[in-house]
């Protein structure tokens, strides 16, 4: 399944070129354009993935729209800047993290989809602080998924959990389902969803890698090349 064809969604495709647009207007600079944009092209990739492979939310997207892509679209974007921030750990025993600068880093973020409000911002740390709890504890990333499948359905107009009702890090599925916090466990429960996501998810990181790449390498060709000014 890690080869999987591109999905070519022409929705999710119109979707990555006016957030590309959008991302142009908000970087200060070539760094902060090169990891704006590789975020949102990883999760528009991831994201188009996962209503093509996830059978739940492949019916709930159905023949698409514009707005679903959009809200899908920044959903991954979310969770691929929580993946960076877990590499940034990984890759540095002395990164120090506080909820203020993840809160901030989500701002800035979605400013590109044009979303001012906290909602997002308080879906990005409720993501992040479940994600960051899975990577340690559970490497099946079961719990996550199935979360995210629920995001997921909601940013479809589905909605599978009354999130007001649960505190993060959920530390057992069984726990969720006894709470009265789910609402339909239909699109969430299916374990080859589940790991369908987590394929799409890696597909996205690989996207994200090859683009920032590629754009690093493009951005120090015309630093290095006097005809490019």
Not at 144 to 155: D, N, Q
Not at 173 to 188: E, F, N, Q, V
Not at 207 to 214: A, I, Q
């Amino acid at each position: 399944m890690e080869n999987l064809p591109e999905p070519g969604d022409r929705y999710f495709t119109a979707v990555l070129e006016v957030i590309g647009d959008s991302i142009n207007n908000i970087a200060k600079n070539e760094d902060e354009q090169t990891f704006y944009s590789s975020l949102v092209t990883a999760g528009n990739h991831a994201a188009a993935c996962v209503v093509t492979y996830c059978g739940a939310m492949k019916d709930l997207y159905g023949e698409g729209s514009a707005i679903k892509s959009l809200e899908m679209t920044r959903l991954f974007t979310l969770l691929m800047l929580a993946q960076s921030y877990r590499w940034l750990n990984q890759q540095s025993e002395q990164a120090v993290e506080s909820e203020e600068s993840a809160r901030i880093a989500a701002a800035n973020v979605l400013s590109i989809f044009g979303d001012e409000g906290d909602r997002n911002i308080e879906l990005f740390l409720k993501l992040k602080i479940q994600f960051d709890h899975d990577s340690v504890h559970h490497s099946s990333m079961t719990h996550m998924g199935g979360l995210m499948l629920g995001w997921a359905a909601e940013a479809m107009g589905h909605k599978c959990i009354d999130w007001e009702n649960i505190k993060f890090p959920v530390q057992s599925m069984g726990t969720l389902t006894t709470s009265g916090a789910l609402l339909d466990s239909t699109p969430i429960r299916n374990p080859d969803d589940i790991d369908a996501l987590w394929v799409c998810h890696n597909l996205g990181c690989k996207k994200l890698m090859e683009h920032y790449e590629e754009k690093n390498i493009g951005n120090n060709t015309s630093t290095n090349n006097p005809e490019s000014d």
